[in-house]
């Protein structure tokens, strides 16, 4: 089955850790994005990637890093400079990065708490 | 600054019925609008893509339709199911940005 595959599902963080939350998808998609969902609010853009070894920031890049060493991978790290981690993150792809006409296929998420 | 709002935050209807989700935006300058749906502690699913030259789209049970002039879209489900209980968020892509904004979503819950 081709999909994005997110993983763990439930992550916990220490004061002062970094965490690498996961993001795989064998769709074989050019564009991969990362977003970060507090509840009752929208969907907010940390970072996202459109080709290999190229990355941008979103509206809310602060306290996390990315890498894209390869096409079908996304990993997320949530820095110990992220102050308020806690949040359900969800990383996203488009075949083309084409977002005026291209929908968004998006994995099942990963619930960061704070210990 | 785009803006997207959904109202109502949630709805409850007993099955069968026909509903409509609503969703507004501020600023008319889209490319295009997307309704997603959400099953709790999920990823999103996108149900229905409207380009911004588009009236309407229909999926099924599901009709989405677009005023950018008035900066509204709605989500019409028909004969709803509670299968069909779940969060609905829309989303717009535009603006000089070239950024997707979401709205924060009305959660439905369809009663048996």
């Known amino acids: 089955d081709g999909g994005i595959t997110q993983s763990p599902k439930y992550l916990f963080r220490k004061e002062g850790q970094n965490v690498t939350l996961s993001c795989e998808q064998n769709?074989?998609?050019?564009?991969m994005y990362w977003y970060r969902q507090d509840p009752g609010q929208g969907l907010r853009l940390i970072y996202y990637s459109q080709i290999v070894n190229d990355f941008q920031k979103g509206d809310i890049a602060e306290g996390y890093s990315v890498s894209r060493e390869k096409k079908e991978s996304f990993p997320l790290t949530v820095t110990s400079a992220q102050k308020n981690p806690t949040a359900f993150y969800l990383c996203?792809?488009?075949?083309?990065?084409?977002?005026?006409?291209?929908?968004?296929?998006f994995g099942s998420g990963t619930q960061l708490s704070v210990l | 600054k785009q803006e997207v709002t959904q109202i109502p935050a949630a709805l409850s209807v007993p099955e069968g019925e026909n509903l409509v989700l609503n969703c507004s935006f501020t600023d008319s300058a889209i490319y295009n609008l997307q309704w997603f749906r959400q099953d709790p502690g999920k990823g999103l699913t996108s149900l229905l893509l409207i380009q911004s030259s588009q009236r309407e789209q229909t999926s099924g049970r599901l009709n989405a339709s677009l005023d950018k002039s008035s900066g509204r879209s709605t989500l019409y489900i028909a004969a709803s199911q509670p299968g069909d209980s779940a969060t609905y968020l829309c989303a717009v892509f535009g603006g000089s940005a070239r950024q997707l904004t979401f709205g924060s979503g009305t959660q439905l819950t369809v009663l048996p």
């Open positions: 769709l074989n998609h050019d564009a």
């Open positions: 996203a792809s488009t075949p083309r990065g084409d977002r005026a006409n291209e929908k968004l296929f």
